[in-house]
């Protein structure tokens, strides 16, 4: 755990240039009649879960370049997210991948996350690979697919699999269920389009009837990638088409990096917000396809337009969805990356609820895209910095997240704690 006191002592450090560049930024406001601390207090309550897989450094199948001080396991993933949300008050839960975290005791585990502040989001069911809890000890294989398999056995196993998340995400406390699925083909007539499909829609079903009242399902689209072909849930259409044909608590989940190039992914965003199905969102980048880059750094105007449209869906505020990071690269030290990518988030909200919708809607009805660019753009180079770090502060934490971060020497103290040659599960 990172002490407050020394959070606190770090701040202090900080808090005059703090405090003179926060009434700058009060003044700007102030003449366009906004009100700073409405948007202070909307992006201190919103919170991103940490995904598990991502507190080590990610790797490539080229190769892995581990930093050292990596958590061993589900524990010491918690500590560090703890250690996260110290600094930025505003990831107050982890999201779990099974089988990379399979606690032997759940109970144990939910009371430790608790004791340190943190929470269970949506849980993760990876079939996208074999291992023996999932597979029936080899006996099968999902080589071919999981849900979309052609063998009844297989499908069984994967369904099964989704119950054992469930079960276990209920006895950590999570909400939902997050279904991401390999599933697809790398060749031209490898498999039935429709007889895919079907079958996952079936499978979702079935995973769905073993949901309790107050879970919810996610499916998550992806185009390509680890099938070089097709997908089976490839965009929002078909995730749209099985949260449909599952159940009014069937939900879509926005992956940013699961779209091809150029998507109007914001545009995507109000669709499934029109049609009452957005669920929830993996954050990252990416610049050529699912590139798992940090948040905000590629494309932050992006990011902007997105969070302006959670915002229409929200009617101001932000929905009572899912937000979970989604991103790990090989270069960074995995918790500042989650940082910055926190701080990418909180920036955007802020700008966002900078925007004048009264004038947007204004310059929409008068068919005037000058004046409607005029306002986001306004909106969008406004320095909102001051603003983050006061939601920060008010929320205990950190003013500069990765500046008290490396002052307070954590990724050193865990080196020696948990060894240079620590290395994360799940990569
Ligand atoms: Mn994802």
Request: proline share 4%.
């Amino acid at each position: 755990m990172i002490p407050k006191d020394r959070i606190n002592a770090d701040n202090n450090t900080r808090i005059d240039t703090h405090k003179h560049d926060l009434d700058h930024a009060r003044e700007l406001l102030a003449r366009t009649n906004i009100d700073a601390d409405a948007v202070i207090i909307e992006v201190a309550r919103f919170s991103a879960a940490a995904p598990s897989w991502a507190l080590g450094t990610g790797g490539t199948r080229f190769g892995r370049f581990p930093i050292g001080g990596e958590p061993r396991t589900t524990e010491e993933k918690v500590d560090d997210v703890a250690a996260m949300n110290a600094l930025t008050g505003a990831n107050r839960s982890i999201s779990l991948h099974v089988p990379w975290d399979n606690p032997d005791d759940p109970a144990a585990l939910k009371q430790y996350a608790e004791e340190r502040g943190i929470a269970f989001d949506a849980m993760n069911s990876n079939t996208f690979q074999d291992n023996p809890s999932t597979t029936r000890d080899g006996a099968i294989s999902y080589k071919f697919g999981s849900l979309c398999h052609t063998d009844a056995a297989v499908r069984d196993a994967a369904v099964e699999h989704n119950h054992y998340c469930i079960d276990l995400g209920i006895k950590l406390g999570s909400k939902a269920i997050t279904v991401w699925l390999a599933d697809g083909t790398s060749f031209p007539g490898q498999a039935n389009f429709r007889g895919q499909f079907e079958r996952t829609l079936d499978g979702l079903r079935r995973v769905y009837a073993h949901l309790p009242d107050d879970w919810r399902m996610f499916t998550e689209h992806k185009p390509y990638e680890p099938q070089f072909y097709s997908s089976v849930v490839n965009d929002w259409g078909s995730s749209l088409m099985l949260a449909h044909g599952v159940g009014e608590r069937a939900m879509c989940l926005v992956d940013l990096g699961h779209h091809l190039p150029n998507a109007n992914i914001e545009q995507i965003v109000s669709r499934l917000a029109m049609a009452g199905r957005l669920g929830g969102f993996h954050f990252n980048d990416s610049k050529y396809g699912d590139d798992d880059l940090t948040t905000g750094s590629i494309k932050p105007y992006q990011l902007f337009l997105i969070f302006l449209e959670l915002l229409d869906a929200g009617e101001g505020r932000m929905p009572d969805i899912a937000y979970m990071i989604d991103q790990s690269n090989n270069l960074k030290d995995p918790l500042e990356d989650l940082m910055q990518a926190t701080d990418a988030m909180q920036i955007a909200l802020a700008q966002a609820l900078l925007v004048d919708q009264a004038a947007l809607a204004d310059a929409q009805q008068s068919n005037d895209p000058a004046l409607a660019q005029e306002i986001l753009q306004g909106a969008f180079r406004t320095d909102v910095r001051p603003l983050v770090a006061e939601a920060r502060r008010r929320n205990n934490a950190a003013l500069d997240p990765i500046g008290t971060y490396r002052a307070l020497g954590y990724r050193v103290e865990k080196i020696r704690q948990r060894g240079a040659e620590a290395v994360s599960t799940g990569l």
